[in-house]
């Protein structure tokens, strides 16, 4: 019996050795698979240049989504149905970048929850990236973005060629974001660029950071530092005006989101 107990004992402390380890292991196949998913955006979107006259795959949002001006996807995740149509995403219909990225996986982070609860039903999760809303956009700019002139246009670059990204920002742009599951909507991230506060909180679940990718094609991991960005708290986060003065994770973003005009 005393035998026994130490095999257990020592059964134990090894299982208590060994977790931790695993637990990392799991959290960085999470982030490696993140960071080939975003790999999967950033080519398409850099193909679809490529193949389109150097025109960028259209970002922005239309409600109810758009058959006639297509977007790279579609959907407000705001509106429960659109939280819960794939066509949005896979029917080409719809989105620009259908025809090369057919499956749900490549658009859902792997640490995020696998569904999401509508109307009290469990539902697949379709998306957890948001394409930076200074590129492609389309249709009437979102004011809640700001700042605008005096004719209602962004003060800061949209981006709608791929050539015109070479004389400004090209390497240190990002591309895709991944967003904080309760913070998702639009298929674009905006990034507040005169005043301190998060439109979208980026994702943090990737050891209190998440995985971004890049105008040049590359993609990475970023650690967040402010504890407001690791909180991502909001009373109502499709408001989508989330104070946070001095918050340095926000300068991060704005230095990597677009120039003044």
Not at 45 to 61: F, K, S, T
Not at 233 to 244: I, N
């Amino acid at each position: 019996m005393v035998e026994l107990l130490v095999v257990i004992a020592i059964i134990a402390l090894l299982a208590a050795l060994l977790l931790p380890a695993l637990n990392r292991g799991t959290a960085a196949g999470k982030t490696i698979q993140c960071t080939n998913n975003q790999r999967q955006l950033a080519s398409v979107w850099l193909m679809y240049a490529g193949d389109n006259n150097d025109w960028l795959p259209a970002n922005g949002e239309f409600y109810p989504p758009s058959t006639t001006v297509k977007l790279w996807v579609q959907g407000a995740f705001y509106y429960a149905d659109e939280r819960t149509n794939a066509a949005y995403l896979l029917d080409p219909k719809y989105a620009l970048f259908a025809k090369d990225l057919r499956s749900l996986k490549s658009y859902v982070c792997p640490a995020d929850p696998a569904t999401i609860t509508v109307s009290g039903q469990p539902s697949p999760r379709l998306r957890s990236y948001a394409l930076n809303a200074y590129l492609g956009w389309v249709g009437e700019w979102d004011s809640r973005l700001g700042p605008l002139d005096g004719s209602g246009n962004p003060l800061y670059r949209v981006f709608r060629k791929h050539s015109d990204l070479a004389s400004a920002m090209p390497s240190a742009m990002f591309l895709f974001q991944d967003v904080n599951p309760n913070s998702i909507c639009w298929p674009y991230f905006g990034v507040q660029m005169a005043q301190d506060s998060f439109f979208n909180f980026p994702e943090v679940s990737h050891s209190q950071g998440g995985v971004l990718s890049f105008a040049d094609g590359h993609t990475e991991y970023h650690r967040w530092h402010d504890p407001r960005t690791l909180a991502a708290f909001s009373t109502d986060y499709h408001a989508h005006q989330d104070l946070s003065p001095n918050n340095r994770d926000i300068y991060w973003l704005r230095e990597r989101t677009s120039v003044r005009k």
